[in-house]
């Protein structure tokens, strides 16, 4: 089975902080992405990444950057933690060509 | 809990009912659509797939119905679970990419 995992399930952060989220899969998979899942808005692209190092901005990335220096981890950088940044945030991996995303846990961050 | 049920649509059913969970999506080039599951406190889990050339696909007590003429996918679930209580959302991809566009999501509650 696929196996996408995100370093915390739940992060308190406050307003200014810089804030790193973390996902690994353990397929191999070429291509990651990062979500944030808000109430009323479904899922939205802030990021992804088709090959190591290589990242392509997706609908909402201000406010956001990523590394990937590795294959199988992705990571979600918040400069400066705002409050509007609160928020369920998902990880997701697919091999390069198949259909379906292979989600993580979700890390629900909480910016005071 | 997760309060991704917020504002969302909710489909009542009682357990052992079939439940019809509907989908308009927005891009008549889409070619290939994703039903996922999210339970709360859990990242969304991949249920059934169908491509553009399909118009029905079952699964395990689950029907995906594909109207392309009124862009309109349904997900068909036989003699609904308390289980089955869930948000569901479908997803659909345009082209050869491998990025996904999602709906907002549907609340089912099974009544006992």
């Avoid at chain 2, 594909?66 to 289980?83: E, R």
Wanted: charged share 25%.
């Amino acid at each position: 089975d696929v196996k996408v995992t995100q370093s915390s399930r739940y992060l308190v952060k406050r307003t200014g902080e810089k804030v790193f989220l973390e996902c690994v899969q353990d397929m191999d998979h070429e291509n990651m992405f990062w979500y944030r899942q808000d109430p009323g808005l479904g899922l939205r692209l802030i990021y992804f990444s088709y090959d190591v190092k290589m990242k392509e901005k997706g609908d909402i990335p201000e406010g956001y950057s990523v590394s990937r220096e590795k294959k199988e981890r992705f990571s979600l950088i918040l400069e400066s933690a705002s409050t509007n940044q609160t928020s369920m945030y998902l990880c997701a991996s697919i091999r390069q060509g198949a259909g379906e995303q292979y989600f993580g846990p979700g890390t629900r961050l909480t910016v005071t | 809990g997760e309060n991704v049920g917020l504002h969302l649509p909710t489909l009542s059913v009682q357990e052992g009912d079939n439940s019809i969970i509907n989908c308009a999506y927005s891009n008549s080039a889409s070619d290939y659509f994703i039903w996922y599951k999210q339970e709360s406190g859990k990242g969304p889990q991949f249920i059934i797939d169908i491509r553009s050339n399909m118009d029905k696909r079952q699964g395990q007590r689950v029907t995906v119905l594909l109207n392309k003429t009124v862009k309109h996918l349904s997900l068909q679930i036989a003699a609904t679970q308390p289980g089955d209580s869930a948000v569901y959302f479908c997803a659909e991809k345009t082209g050869g990419g491998n990025k996904l566009t999602f709906g907002t999501g549907t609340q089912l509650k099974v009544e006992l």
